[in-house]
């Protein structure tokens, strides 16, 4: 399967150079034209990499991976005509894996991509995998598989399953799932959770009307069987 490489970037033309370089080294490559765009394909689209511009309208790049916050399933690399050695080091410290300045050689992006990937993810994670049923969470890679297939999921998907496998016959409320998940304050209910839960249903259990693993305790949240 190809690796996915997220482009953020507000200009076209930048982001069509990467594309081009990019799919000739084999990789996928999505889009997006600023931080609310990727936030959108990441809710659809399970990626490999992202490649961030840090200004850019509406969400930008230090404001989307704040949004992101630690617990993403793939490295970034900073991409930016913010050349001062602060904004680099904000960028580092927020979490990007590698900072690269405009203008720049599409080449060495390439280069700088595959190398990332080479070494992601830095270190070992303590109790690297955890099983409930027929259900495993691998930390270090950041993945979950089903049965020993690997599950194709978002970034949200990954954090909710993540969340009940760590802690199962745990019930979270749906203010902790959205605070902790979307890391915004939970003003008011709205669908986005029950949305999310019905997803991953259809990727984990044999019958997704009738949930045997992600059960819902009405009028509080959600909880995962422990098997």
């Known amino acids: 399967m190809e690796k996915k490489i997220l482009l953020v ?11 081009l370089y990019l799919n000739n080294s084999g990789f996928e490559v999505l889009e997006a034209a600023d931080g609310q765009e990727a936030l959108d394909i990441l809710d659809q689209e399970q990626i490999s990499l992202m490649v961030l511009d840090i200004m850019m309208p509406r969400v930008d790049g230090f404001q989307l991976i704040r949004k ?20 680099k080091i904000l960028g580092l410290n927020l979490g990007g894996d590698d900072y690269m ?6 080449s060495e992006l390439v280069a700088r991509v595959m190398a990332v990937l080479r070494r992601w993810p830095q270190g070992q994670t303590e109790n690297c995998q955890i099983k409930n049923g027929n259900l495993t969470l691998d930390r270090e890679n950041r993945y979950i598989y089903k049965d020993g297939e690997r599950l194709d999921l978002t970034v949200k998907e990954y954090l909710l399953l993540k969340k009940f496998i760590e802690k199962p016959g745990k019930v979270f409320t749906k203010q902790e799932i959205y605070e902790d998940i979307w890391e915004e304050p939970y003003i008011y209910a709205d669908n986005t959770i029950m949305v999310h839960i019905s997803k991953l249903r259809e990727k984990i259990e044999v019958d997704p009307k009738n949930p045997k693993i992600i059960k819902t305790i009405r009028g509080i949240g959600y909880t995962m069987e422990r098997y």
């Open 9 to 19: 970037d507000d200009q076209a033309d930048i982001r069509d150079i990467m594309k």
């Open 101 to 106: 300045e405009k203008p720049f050689d599409p």
């Open 68 to 87: 992101l916050g630690k617990d993403r399933s793939f490295p970034i690399i900073f991409l930016s005509a913010r050349t001062k050695v602060e904004d």
